[in-house]
């Protein structure tokens, strides 16, 4: 089992930065990767980005060149430094952890979920 304390979010102006980082607990040893989902009002949850254990990353086409994933091995720790935000980046964000193949991520376990919202 692995748990995930999820930390950071918050309101920010567009153009703005916030980041979010996520604790993980647990048989770590069970997954090869770390990622993050948002779900927005009406919207299906979506990747946002994942980064495996082997440095592997993969971003949402819309975020890649404003977010980036990364992680604190010691700490067991992920982030997503969050940039030149925008009004539709607001979403609840989930941390999660499981498996990627490179292409495909797998996600087993789920971070309770936490807000950000970019106002215009």
């Known amino acids: 089992q692995v748990h995930l304390a999820e930390s950071g979010g918050g309101l920010a102006q567009a153009g703005g930065s916030l980041r979010l980082s996520c604790a993980a607990f647990?048989?770590?040893?069970?997954?090869?990767?770390l990622g993050w989902h948002r779900q927005a009002p009406g919207k299906q949850r979506e990747l946002v980005a994942v980064?495996?254990?082997?440095?592997?990353?993969k971003y949402l086409d819309s975020v890649k060149g404003r977010f980036t994933i990364s992680r604190d091995d010691a700490k067991n720790t992920v982030y997503l430094q969050m940039n030149v935000l925008k009004p539709e980046d607001t979403a609840v964000y989930y941390c999660?952890?499981?498996?990627?193949?490179?292409?495909?991520?797998?996600?087993?376990?789920w971070g309770q979920g936490t807000q950000v919202t970019v106002s215009s």
């Open positions: 999660n952890a499981g498996d990627y193949s490179g292409t495909d991520y797998y996600p087993k376990y």
């Open positions: 647990g048989s770590i040893f069970s997954i090869n990767a």
């Open positions: 980064l495996s254990t082997g440095g592997t990353t």
